[in-house]
Structures are given as structure tokens and as C-alpha cells.
């Protein structure tokens, strides 16, 4: 049986636990807290870099911008992929594969109409800005992932080619039995875009709308910082 002074031991070990864990679980509650305002704050400061040089690209303009043919595409459930031409028939300028799927990314465009691409890399290659092999994304200044540049491919060329023709539009090409990569039904969008060079750190195409007015708007922002 337990003395009286024995009991007291007891009540203070338990205290002393009781009070580191509720220490641990404060401190814990507290580095959360922390993590997430700094989260907050970078994509704070990303969009903030973009509307920068979307600015800066703006006061550049002078007179007509050379235009690029622009095509999205990519399996319903897959990664969409996104190529610049200076024409249909051309290598294209840049070919990158984004880590949004394609289904996610034409859910957001009909939802908002509006869609704004920002691929960040850091400085440091002696390449041209178009040809940055990484990119960190941020779509409508939400953080998703990386972008890679890679070289055409077989099955890229084949879903370019299927829509050659078309110089505004959306759709789906029919799946086509057996193989890899793109065969199955493919999702794709295409347009014109106007090609803004703001420095050899600063890159902007915007989507034209035909009519000039109406229909959505989709803007792919490049910064080297």
C-alpha cells in the first residue's frame, strides 16, 4: 500500500508529463501555424512577381506582337501538354507537359473563363528563356507543381497534326485502338496568341479571341528570377 509521500510522487510525475505533452502539442500547433502563413505569404509574392511583369510586358508593347499558334492537349485523365508554333507545320518553339490534369484544366475554363499560367524558373542557364527545360507553375496564382520541357514526340506530333487544320477551336480526338502515350481519346484546344517579349527574363503570350471580344481568356506568363 502506498504512503502518503509516495502518492505525492506520483501526483507530480503526472503533472510534469501532463505538461510536456501539452507543450509538445502547443509547440506542433504553433510550427503548423507558422508553415502555413509562410505558404500564404510566397504565393502572396508569386502573384505579386507576375503582375509585375505582366505590367512590364504591357508598357513594352510597341505596335503589332508576332503571333504563335498555341495548342493544349492531353488524355481526358492525363497531364496536359502545351505547344508553341510559329507555324502548324513547324518544331515547335516550346513543348512542356504541366502537372495539371486535362479534365481539371477544362473544368476551371468553362467554370471561370479565365485561366493564367505562370511558369517561374531560376536563374543561372545560358538558354534562351523559351527553352528553361523546369518551371515551377502556378495556375490563377495557386501553386500546383512542376512543368519540363521535352522534345517532340511521335505521339505529340500525331495529335498536332490531327488538328493542323484548325486555327481556333476545341474538342476531342476519337481514341484509336492499342499503343501508348496519347492513343485514347484526346482532349485539345487551340488559338492564336499574341507572343510579348518583355526582357530575356520576361515572357508573355496572350490568347486571341477571333471577335476580338468574349469567349475565354487564357494568358501563359515566363519568368526567370
Not at 15 to 20: A, D, G, L, M, W
Not at 150 to 156: A, F, K
Amino acid at each position: 500500500m502506498a504512503t502518503g509521500e509516495e502518492e505525492v510522487k506520483r501526483g507530480m510525475n503526472s503533472q510534469n508529463q501532463n505538461h510536456h505533452h501539452s507543450n509538445s502539442s502547443s509547440s506542433n500547433t504553433a510550427n503548423a501555424s507558422v508553415s502555413k502563413r509562410k505558404a500564404v505569404f510566397m504565393a502572396a509574392l508569386a502573384v505579386s512577381r507576375f503582375r509585375s511583369v505582366l505590367a512590364s510586358s504591357i508598357a513594352r508593347r510597341q505596335g503589332r506582337s508576332p503571333r504563335v499558334v498555341g495548342t493544349l492537349y492531353g488524355r481526358r485523365r492525363g497531364h496536359f501538354h502545351l505547344s508553341f508554333q510559329l507555324k502548324p507545320q513547324m518544331q515547335p518553339l516550346t513543348l512542356l507537359e504541366l502537372p495539371t490534369a486535362t479534365n481539371e484544366f477544362v473544368k476551371e475554363m468553362a467554370a471561370s473563363g479565365l485561366m493564367r499560367i505562370a511558369l517561374e524558373c531560376d536563374r543561372g542557364r545560358e538558354v534562351r528563356l523559351i527553352e528553361e527545360p523546369m518551371w515551377r507553375v502556378y495556375c490563377n496564382g495557386l501553386r500546383c507543381g512542376y512543368a519540363f520541357r521535352r522534345e517532340c514526340r511521335p505521339e505529340d506530333w500525331k495529335a498536332l497534326r490531327a488538328v493542323e487544320k484548325v486555327s481556333v477551336g476545341a474538342g476531342v480526338l476519337p481514341a484509336t485502338a492499342g499503343g501508348d502515350g496519347l492513343e485514347g481519346e484526346v482532349m485539345y484546344m487551340r488559338a492564336m496568341f499574341e507572343r510579348v517579349v518583355g526582357s530575356k527574363d520576361t515572357e508573355a503570350f496572350y490568347m486571341i479571341n477571333p471577335d476580338g471580344h468574349g469567349g475565354p481568356e487564357l494568358s501563359v506568363f515566363l519568368l526567370r528570377v
